[in-house]
């Protein structure tokens, strides 16, 4: 089974609010992608949602795939 890494193929979407859901997505999926295993996942859950360090790391990178996805839309400026 392969993950589509960009939902329907593109970074485009009409807000901001759902620029940032967007982020939240992807970023759901590269883990998805990085690790396939499903049950490894949900075993992996509890460290990280225990872990400050790793919560920070989540948020860095929806931040990082956010920055993608506005630069994309120009910033929302129409």
Excluded: C, H
């Excluded at 890494?5 to 939240?24: D, F, H, K, S």
Aim: no cysteine.
């Amino acid at each position: 089974m392969t993950t589509t890494l960009i939902p329907n193929n593109t970074l485009m979407t009409e807000t901001p609010e759902e620029g940032r859901a967007l982020a939240v997505k992807l970023s759901r999926l590269i883990i998805k992608a990085t690790q396939p295993d499903e049950e490894a996942r949900n075993k992996m859950r509890g460290v990280y949602a225990n872990d400050p360090a790793m919560l920070i790391s989540i948020g860095q990178v929806v931040a990082t795939e956010f920055a993608t996805i506005a630069a994309a839309n120009n910033y929302w400026r129409k």
